[in-house]
T-cell receptor
Framework: DAGVIQSPRHEVTEMGQEVTLRCKPI?????LFWYRQTMMRGLELLIY????????DSGMPEDRFSAKMPNASFSTLKIQPSEPRDSAVYFC???????????????FGAGSRLTVL | GESVGLHLPTLSVQEGDNSIINCAYS??????FIWYKQESGKGPQFIID?????DKRQGQRVTVLLNKTVKHLSLQIAATQPGDSAVYFC??????????????FGKGTLLTVNP
């Protein structure tokens, strides 16, 4: 299993440009999460999908951020227009909630480091 | 509330020593507690979890202790190795109601193992 695959690993862009981050979750996992990590705020949940449906997007900072999951094997996080304060590492994670009980153990991707100049 | 964290708590140990990483959690209703390890340039990696009705759980070279009275969690690493150098996060998981997917992560502790 290749794990959760994210691309690009690094992105440097200028303010105002559109940024698209991509994620391929682990096959068979029905839950997908986008997190943002910064030194100031730590790991923050941006959005959660279950069975490709967005369940909780309350962590999405503002309308400039959008996420989609068109199928079980692909998700995107888009920032348009990007701003310097969006600079962070963005992680995608997936989990399999086969059982109702049990901890929600996430498998994280390697992350996409975004720098907005 | 949210705390502003410019600096991670750090722990420096000698190779071969035991390490103890501590975490204070906030929600007494949390059902599970999870420890993650994040190496430089990588995503967090699951280490071990513990259910709230337990006070101790052991894994390979790691032990997690849970003290619900003071809402404290610790991760003990035996015979610490250079490869254990990483940031360690604890996370709370409330496994009931409609928010059972949510993990609340702590700020993390940077463990440095000196050879």
């Amino acid at each position: 299993d290749a794990g959760v695959i994210q691309s690009p690993r690094h992105e440097v862009t200028e303010m105002g440009q559109e940024v698209t981050l991509r994620c391929k979750p682990i096959s068979g996992h029905n839950s997908l999460f986008w997190y943002r990590q910064t030194m100031m705020r730590g790991l923050e949940l941006l959005i959660y999908f279950n069975n490709n449906v967005p369940i909780d997007d309350s962590g999405m900072p503002e309308d400039r951020f959008s996420a989609k999951m068109p199928n079980a094997s692909f998700s995107t996080l888009k920032i348009q227009p990007s701003e310097p304060r969006d600079s962070a590492v963005y992680f995608c994670a997936s989990s399999s909630r086969i059982r109702i009980s049990g901890a929600n153990v996430l498998t994280f991707g390697a992350g996409s480091r975004l720098t907005v100049l | 509330g949210e705390s502003v964290g410019l600096h991670l708590p750090t722990l420096s140990v000698q190779e071969g020593d035991n390490s103890i990483i501590n975490c204070a959690y906030s929600n007494s209703a949390s059902d599970y507690f999870i420890w993650y390890k994040q190496e430089s340039g990588k995503g967090p990696q699951f280490i071990i979890d513990i259910r709230s009705n337990m006070d101790k759980r052991q894994g390979q070279r790691v032990t997690v202790l849970l003290n619900k009275t003071v809402k404290h969690l610790s991760l003990q690493i035996a015979a610490t190795q250079p490869g254990d150098s990483a940031v360690y996060f604890c996370a709370e998981n409330l496994n009931s109601g409609g928010s059972n997917y949510k993990l609340t992560f702590g700020k993390g502790t940077l463990l440095t193992v000196n050879p």
